[in-house]
């Protein structure tokens, strides 16, 4: 069998991910296509953290609210995906941890740096939610913190598009793709792959992202065997 290309990688999962089609809550059987993807992982020795955002539920769209209540909000709405996503990988036998940066005792863990290592050495997937546990900062700026925290060698983000393109593919048909893209590209062509705040971190730590096409779940498993997939930035 040939060696996986990454042994431990964090991914980030959009909530409108996990959301399908509907664009809103949670769609079981895109979740579930996710997760046995990352079953796979597993069966295949690669350590997995996640990082999930919670845009399929709350994506502080009520401007009248004050930016902080509306980003703790939001860091709910990511401990919702994080347990939808842990249940549904237990159903598959897949040993799981849900950690947060806000404490809830009765439901997840306390977000420990150590703990969550041990835990993806025991072969255990690690989601993380609440982002950074801070507002003003986004589930990206979280992927990036979290990735440099447990030494990921690459962050794995799962977009509605295959790839980083040189404007909006969707509207500009004459959109260039990147199979390959360095960080300070991104920033001064400013690009919208992640927040600049995340890929300055990510730029900083020497940390590879890697974009690829979520709708397509089993890209994961084809990236981290070391297909070229989707762009790799660097």
């Not at 069998?1 to 079981?28: F, Q, V």
């Not at 999930?52 to 769209?61: H, I, L, S, T």
């Not at 549904?88 to 009765?106: D, H, S």
């Amino acid at each position: 069998m040939p060696e996986n290309k990454y042994k431990r990688i964090l991914l980030k999962l959009s909530g409108e991910a996990l959301a399908g089609e509907n664009k809103i809550g949670i769609d079981t059987e895109t979740v579930d296509k996710i997760c046995e993807q990352i079953k796979e992982l597993v069966k295949m020795k690669t350590e997995v953290a996640i990082v999930v955002g919670g845009g399929n539920f709350w994506r502080g769209a009520n401007k009248k609210m004050e930016r902080t209540t509306s980003d703790y909000m939001g860091m709910l709405a990511t401990t919702m995906n994080g347990l939808a996503l842990q249940n549904t990988l237990e159903e598959k036998g897949v040993y799981t941890r849900l950690q947060t940066a806000i404490e809830m005792r009765e439901i997840a863990e306390p977000y420990i740096k150590r703990r969550a290592v041990r835990h993806l050495e025991k072969g255990r997937v690690v989601i993380f939610g609440c982002g950074t546990g801070n507002p003003y900062f986004t589930t990206d700026t979280a992927a990036a913190l979290r990735a440099a925290e447990i030494d990921a060698e690459v962050i794995l983000v799962g977009k509605t598009i295959d790839g980083v393109y040189s404007a909006d593919p969707k509207i500009d048909k004459n959109a260039k793709k990147f199979d390959e893209i360095t960080y300070l590209d991104i920033l001064s062509d400013n690009l919208k792959v992640m927040d600049s705040t995340a890929i300055s971190l990510c730029r900083d730590n020497d940390i590879h992202l890697i974009v690829f096409e979520i709708a397509k779940p089993e890209n994961i498993v084809k990236i981290v065997k070391g297909e070229k997939i989707g762009t790799l930035i660097k």
